[in-house]
């Protein structure tokens, strides 16, 4: 039987280990990471049944963030926060939150939490009737079901043929794809030397991508994405 799986993303390294160690492990298996990028990486990659979230990273805007991880994938999210203010939390469970535990908590209290949000999540929805639509790579994100793509959990404006080529190359990752498969493939239609189309499609991509650009140019053959 696969154990519940439980991320915590909490820049404060002892509410990790406090809420890490205490957990039954014979039932679960927990993970943190101090980085709100750490965490984003995680949750793309692996399966997780339950996110527990520090909305109050300094770095990033906390509810910006839960939306993010609200969108990402179908499982509970715990809030944990400095503020006790009413709004701040009918704001997070308006975003997608949901339960709400105010800092400094008992750690007894949060892991009660964890534990009724896992028994609510995980006997009500088999791990069969859950789909996820992701593919990420680093900080690049891209969410199928909403056609979008995120740099670092901020999202990036892609046009029709650009997010069809990034998601193309990320799907298949070190495959090279020549002029005509991309032309025929996002064009759809038959490609009769139209190489300066995809040139220029892929050049405004890149730059989009910036510094993350994973993406390299076969020379006189096509592209392919890189994985490190």
Known sequence: MRKNRVLIIDHDLQTCKDIKYNVDSEMTDE??????????????????????LNACFPE????????????????????????SALADKLEA???GADDYLTKPFETEECLARVYALLRRFCDL??????????????????????RQALISGRPLELTYREYELLNLFMSHP??????????????????????????????????????TDPIEAVREVGYRFKKK
């Not at 789909?131 to 891209?142: E, F, G, K, T």
């Not at 032309?183 to 890149?206: D, F």
């Open 60 to 83: 990033n805007d906390g509810m910006e963030l839960l939306k993010t991880l609200r969108d990402l994938k179908p499982m509970p999210i715990l809030i944990l926060s400095t503020s």
């Open 31 to 52: 993970y943190y990471t101090l980085t709100v990028r750490e965490g984003l990486t995680e949750l793309a990659s692996k399966e997780y049944d339950l996110v527990i």
């Open 174 to 211: 070190e495959r090279v794809y020549t002029f005509e498969q991309l032309y025929e493939q996002v064009w759809t239609e038959p490609y009769m030397g139209n190489k300066n189309s995809v040139v220029c499609e892929m050049k405004r991509l890149r730059k989009k991508l910036g510094d």
């Open 93 to 95: 469970f308006k975003v």
């Open 125 to 146: 929805n088999h791990l069969k009737t859950r789909v996820y639509s992701i593919v990420a790579h680093d900080d690049l994100i891209i969410k199928r079901h909403t």
